[in-house]
Structures are given as C-alpha cells and as structure tokens.
C-alpha cells in the first residue's frame, strides 16, 4: 500500500471514530520521516519493542518526528524510579475504613511497576529496565528479599538510572548492590581460614561470568560458538574453568553493608539501619578490639582470572598484593574488585553475549549472526572509541534492518509475546485508568499466582526462562530457540486467558451489576463507535494496527468479522463487539507470536 492510500485509510479511520491523528496526516509531506518508520505497521511494531505498548498516541508522535528523533527523546530522558512511589503510598494517611492500606510490600512493588509502565514519559527506559532485570537477576523469592519492598524497588531503579550509561559501570553498581550481595551470596562472603574449614563462596563469581557477561563458551563477534583450532572436528573452547571460578570467589570477599566496622564484619545487619541497602557495599578494615589490623578480603594469593586474546593482566592472573595497614599502604578491596570487573568487561565475548539477549529481550528469540555482529560492534565501539556505551547498544537494537522487518536467513522472526507485556500493551492501547490511580487490582498485586511473571520474582537467577530454551517440535528440529515458551504451560494459557476476559469485560461504562467498580477499565469508546455493521471492518483494522502491528492475517480477519457480526449490533450499546474482539484477539495465537 503506498503512502497516500494508508494516509487515505488513516484520515477515514480517524473520521469514523473521533480521534484526532492530525500528527499523522500533516507531517510535512507523504515521504517517511528521516530514520523511520516506513510504513504505519513499522511504527507500532518499533513502539511494541521500544515501549510496554503502543498508544495512538506514541502513533501520531512517532510518525511525525520519526525513530532517530525518538530515540534521541528518550535515551535523554530521566528514570522515572519506582522507590519514592513506595515512600509516597507510606506516607498516606491512614484510612480508618482500609486497615492495611498504606502498608508497602512487594505488591506495592508490583503496583508501581504497572503505574510506570502505564504513563512514565520515559519508556524507553522503563522497558529497557525490565529487559535488565531478566538479564542481571535478583529475586523475591531468594536471598531473604521476599520482606525488602524497598531494597528491590532501588535495585531496579538502579537498573534503569545506569541502564543508558556505560555497561562496565552498571556490571560494577549491580555487584556492589547489597540486593545482588544477598541473592547470590557475596554479602559476607569471607576469605579463606583453612584451619576453619571456610572457604569463599562462589556463587556469585559464577554467575557474572556465566549470565551477567561471557557465557560458557568462547564465542565469534557474531555470537556463534568459535571452534577450538587445536581439537579435531568442531570443538568450543570454555570460557573459564574451576581456577577461574576460585580466582574471582576470592576477589569478591570481604563486602558487607557500608557503614559496618570491621569487628561487626560476621554479622552487620540493616534492622536498625534500612538506608543500608540503598548504598554499594563496602570493604571495612581496621584496628580491632586487640589492636590486630583486620580485614576480611582475600589479599596475598594470585588471583586466576579471565584469560583472553589482547588481556590486560598477564595470563589473567590478578597478583596477589600486601592488605591495607594502619599506615595506609597496601591496595584494597574496591581495587582488587575494579581490576576483576576490568578483566570481565573487556572480554570479546560480552558485546556478542550481553548483545544477543538484548535482542532477544526486546525483538526476536532468533536473531541472525549479522544482527548480532552489529550490536557487538556497537558495544565494542560507540563510533567514539568508548566500549560498553548502552545508548549505542540500545540505538543498535532497535534500529538494525532486522528490527526493522527485513527477512534473514530462515530463522522464525520475532518472539512469543511475554505475559506481562501483553497485560501492558492492553492497558496502554486502551488507555486504562484506575479509579484510585493505584493499578492495584489483585492480578496486579499478585500476577505470579495468575500469570507465569511479576517483576522481580523469577524462581532462579536464570531467570523465568533460559536464554537458549527450545520447546519440543519444529523450533528444536530448526535448531532454533523460543525461550519464554518455558512458561507457556497448559495451566499458564487457561489462566492468563480468564485474566484477560477479566481485563477485557471491565470497561469503563460497563452497565453490568457485576462490574467491579473499583478495577482498573480499559477505555473502548472509540472502538464502539466503529462496531457497527458498517464499520466492523474498520475496528478490526484498528485494532489490527493497535495491538498486532497490522500483521493479522486474511483468515484471522474473515473469522472474527463472522463471529462479531453474529452479535447484535446494539448489544451492550455496541461494547459487547468491541470486548469479545479484544479476548479473542488478546488469546489468539497470531497475537501472542509477536512479529
């Protein structure tokens, strides 16, 4: 279709449903922005992966200023943080009818993740924040964080204030985070006392080579596995071994809560202090009780680390050096640490590794070597001479010509739609509001017990699925990987498919005594005034647009125009149409493999 005609399409879909688009009809000419988007399915499907879900809004905007404008926007933007929103709901006053109302959990938590994916104007951001938080996992349901609300609302508000920054400062502010600390165990984590039988644990120096950084093979600047040159047929070379996993256990000992002495070392708490866990950890040292200087970091031994081609520390080997003394010589802690986070962040396997699961967090489970050798090279590069710079990682995702639509390879394109995202894209399609601006219905507050996902809550650090998980059938015949097909379980869909006729049926205006009148409703106004017998094309066109970025199929079409055609047209005053689209759509399969 060219550019006139969807105009055309446009200007009689905004008449016949009295919403102003004039961004759209009158940007200047019927050529495409500079950058983007070609087409009107482009935009919503940039907005799909750039934000928790189109607007027409965001339609109109994108399509005026175009997608390097955009992003220019958006990656200036401030974090909108979610732990004050916890401080404000505190604050309220208590109401005498609704014991328990100002009280803040992880519910609260969960409120404000949908209340600023709902309306923060940094979107970007926000989204890319959520896709950290499945990449550098902590949890509620590990580390004794299920009771800390306000330590994982700073967590994830520190993915997002570092998520445009530079990747090597972000590795360093989520080591150091005492959430972090006490997921996987480096908090307290001590040096090595033989004659005790204790030994660092190594929990977190696994998994920041494992998941945070590297992987477990060596790979091309593409992301496919390299080939050990000294072993016949195709062999991969490991990334790292045992020695290296002990290296690292060793680096990372002697952190607790900032602000603990020394002596309080085994057993510094934040009860008395909860603004501990909004500061990085620390290394204390100094003079004991018996004047002996104590520390509890690792110092003396070699350290066995990364070894890589162009590596700084000869044979990876960080060497050992002299602990702190009263005088102040010696290195510390902190040092020792930098110089580990160093050796991790210039390995040439994290722009491919971090890369890939970027692009799949945010566009498609399969991308081809080509996709991800550019978003490499960005990491490797910014175009400056600066490694690691996540504003030209996340330009590089979104803006690559496989983001963008064109085919590659015989890869199935784009991703099964996670669950959540689905719940925002509905909400913000249909400009939900609550009638206490609280988004704190019960799906809401608790979504792990209806849906497979709430922020924050993966069952393991591998998150609530593996990169690299492949169902059974076609997707492992190909070779190919569908990763959040690992919660798409039987008692998964029927769940999330009731939630959704819930969502759906709660529209504003609803007239049914059965409606709840303190949920959270979708406004339909605009699409009930297309259900008609002689519109119903257009408000499937429209939420083609809206929630599939135009990609439904004929068949998808022809069958859903039957079946609401066979509702009275004036049933529910047209509003029955609109929402039994929306549940079918919203659960159909077309839908939920997005495109």
């Known amino acids: 279709m060219s ?32 950058g983007g988007p070609g087409t009107d399915q482009d935009a919503m499907r940039f907005l799909t992966q750039a934000t928790f879900g189109p607007t027409m809004a965001d339609f109109d905007h994108l399509n005026l200023v175009g997608i ?36 803040v959990g992880n519910d609260t938590r969960n409120e404000v993740f949908f209340e600023r ?34 330590a994982l609302a700073h967590y994830y508000d520190l993915l997002g204030e570092h998520g445009f920054g530079n990747y090597r400062e972000l590795l360093e502010q989520v ?40 992987g477990l ?16 047929g195709f062999q991969t070379i490991p990334t790292f071994n045992q020695q290296t996993i002990q290296g690292f256990a060793h680096v990372f000992t002697g952190f607790t809560f900032t602000g603990c002495e020394v002596r309080e070392f085994e057993y510094c708490s934040a009860w008395t202090h909860p603004e501990r866990w909004f500061e990085p950890m620390s290394a204390p040292e100094g003079a004991w009780w018996d004047d002996i200087y104590r520390v509890w970091h690792a110092y003396p031994e070699d350290k066995q680390l990364l070894v890589y081609p162009g590596v700084a520390l000869a044979n990876g080997i960080l060497t050992g050096r002299p602990a702190p003394t009263a005088l102040g010589s010696g290195v510390t802690a902190q040092q020792d640490l930098e110089a580990a986070l160093d050796n991790v962040f210039n390995h040439p396997n994290v722009g491919p590794f971090f890369g890939r699961q970027l692009i799949q967090r945010l566009v498609t489970s399969n991308p081809s070597p080509t996709y991800v050798s550019h978003v490499a090279a960005a990491f490797n590069n910014n175009g400056l001479g600066v490694r690691g710079d996540m504003k030209a990682v996340i330009r590089a995702v979104l803006t690559d010509p496989e983001a963008r639509g064109a085919a590659t390879g015989t890869a199935p394109r784009g991703k099964l739609r996670e669950p959540l995202l689905r719940m925002t894209q509905l909400w913000r399609a249909f400009d939900a509001t609550d009638p206490a601006n609280r988004y704190n219905d019960w799906f809401v507050w608790w979504p792990g017990q209806y849906i497979p996902q709430s922020p924050l809550h993966a069952r393991t650090v591998f998150n609530f699925f593996l990169p690299d998980y492949k169902p059974a059938g076609e997707i492992t015949a190909g070779g190919w990987v569908a990763p959040e097909f690992q ?25 049914s005594p059965w409606a709840d009148a303190d949920a959270t409703k979708i406004n339909i106004e605009a699409e009930r005034l297309l259900a008609g017998n002689a519109t119903i094309d257009a408000m499937i066109e429209r939420l083609n647009l809206l929630l599939m970025s135009g990609s439904m199929s004929t068949h998808m079409k022809t069958t859903l125009r039957s079946y609401l055609l066979s509702i009275p047209a004036g049933e529910e005053n047209g509003a029955r ?19």
Not at 73 to 91: E, N, V
Not at 126 to 147: M, T, W
Not at 487 to 511: C, E, H, K, R
């Open 3 to 34: 550019r006139m005609h969807r105009i055309i399409a446009v200007i009689g879909l905004v008449l016949a449903s009295q919403v102003s688009a004039q961004t759209v009809i009158f940007t200047g000419g019927f050529e495409p922005p500079p």
């Open 68 to 103: 390097d404008v955009w992003l220019n926007d958006q990656l200036a933007q401030p974090f909108s943080r979610h732990r004050p929103y916890l401080d404000a709901i505190a604050a309220l006053p208590e109401d005498p009818m609704d014991e328990g109302a100002n009280d």
């Open 117 to 150: 994916a709902m309306h923060a104007p940094d979107q970007l951001r926000q989204r890319v924040a959520f896709a950290l938080s499945e990449i550098l996992v902590v949890s509620d349901q590990g580390g004794g964080l299920a009771g800390e609300p306000y």
């Open 175 to 214: 080591t150091l985070s005492p959430v972090m600390g006490h997921y996987l165990s480096m908090f307290g984590n001590r040096k090595p006392d033989l004659a005790n039988n204790i030994r660092p644990d190594e929990n977190y120096a696994r998994e920041i080579m494992q998941l945070f950084s590297i």
């Open 217 to 232: 093979v060596r790979l091309n600047s593409n992301g496919t596995d390299m080939d050990d040159p000294n072993q016949a």
């Open 487 to 511: 919660i798409q379980t039987d008692g998964y869909v029927t769940n999330f498919s009731n939630v959704m006729d819930w969502l759906v049926w709660n529209y504003a205006g609803n007239p």
């Open 577 to 595: 149409r609109v929402w039994e689209a929306l549940w079918m759509i919203m659960v159909s399969p077309e839908f939920v493999i997005e495109k």
